[in-house]
């Protein structure tokens, strides 16, 4: 069923405004042509595009440095047929660097750098002890005050610990609380450990949630203890300062957004997301696995040739019986013998038994309409192979090579 005509142009984000799920949207949907509405949470975007109240969704799917986002993989999961119609119809790639986001408490009057406060800590004594990043010499009573070294505390198993990238612009020692979604914080390690070790973290729905709280915490209850980790824009949406910059750990660190659509509207789709025969189950079609057999391609390529196949990308899900040897392997051969590149594999509890996963896997190649072409073969092969599986999408590619320092660069 398409959406109707006066939901055609919305787009369900993750939100608040200035999140970056929603600067990855305005990319694929400018505003002046589409109505972007925010959402509080990931599954609310799916819920929205699964009932039509929205034509599209845009949820984050994945980071360089912290891997995928749990909830997004749980929700394509669909346990229980909630969205048993949500595709993904295209990707984008956004560059994230990190904002520690705040404000200066009264007591505390702003300064132009922290790098312009070493000046101030000099320490009258010639001895200095350095424990945990702090210069603690004669001035061990105010050991709050002092700018930290920039080195993590060294312990048995991390002798060498990282250092990051940046410093702060501005003390942090009144800073007791930090909001963040949880991909933020796993981004940013080192830098926390670093400044700010031992701070309370609060995760929160979106980094631009996290932001709105800071601003909220001093209009409404006149605490300056919290902070965020968020997006400069955010920053500048909710009136906050920028008390950090570039906390994230690599400086290469990207997120991949998935754009969703409804089967039945769009274009560059099959009729149905779901390989439909036999029983469903959980979301996934019921199968009685058979040994591996070489299959023979029907246009009589060769299987380990690549040509259009990387200009597209396709998700799909499986669950195997796990008292099978070799069962997960067998499933895995099928993409080689049929040429298909596998760009990346994550699994989740599929809570039909303990310990029973659902695989997910990515590969380059796209599904097409009718029964020709070697992905389709190679998806019909799999439901021979597997408990159940099911296709979550085929579209474009944007994949990039990113490497420290260099930019994006297309593959």
Known sequence: MDPPEDVRSVVAYLGPPSSYTHQAALEEFPGDECALEPYVTIQEVFTAVQSSAAAHGVVPFENSTNGCVLQTLDLFADRYLHYPDVYVRGEAYLEVHHYLLGHIPPSSPPRPAFQSLVHTYQHSSQTTNHHDGQNLGNNASTPSSAPPSGGCTPTLHHPSPAKPHTKPLYPLSHITRIYSHPQAF?????????????????????????????????????????????????????????????????????????????????????AAPVLRSGQLVNGFTKHQPESMAQPQL??????????????????????????????????????????????????????????????????????????GGKVNECLERLKSLTEGCRWHGSWRSRSRVWTEGNGPVRA
């Open 186 to 270: 796993g981004q940013c390690e080192t830098f926390l450990n670093t400044y700010l070790k031992g701070v309370e973290r609060q995760e929160v729905s979106s980094t631009s949630r996290a932001a709105q709280l800071v601003a909220m915490d001093v209009s409404e209850r006149g605490y300056f203890g919290s902070a965020a980790i968020s997006s400069k824009v955010a920053g500048d949406v909710h009136g906050l300062r920028v008390l950090a910059e570039g906390m994230e750990d690599r400086r290469d660190n990207v997120t991949r957004f998935f754009f969703l659509e409804r089967t039945g509207f769009g274009e560059d789709k099959p």
């Open 298 to 371: 029907s246009n009589g390529s060769n299987p380990v040739e690549r040509s259009e196949e990387e200009l597209w990308k396709t998700l799909t899900a499986f669950t195997i019986d796990h008292r099978v040897a070799g069962a997960l392997a067998d499933a895995l051969l099928l993409f080689k013998t049929y040429g298909l590149n596998l760009t990346s594999i994550s699994s989740r509890p599929s809570r039909m038994a303990p310990w029973h996963y659902i695989f997910f896997v990515e590969f380059e190649g796209r599904r097409e309409e009718g029964e």
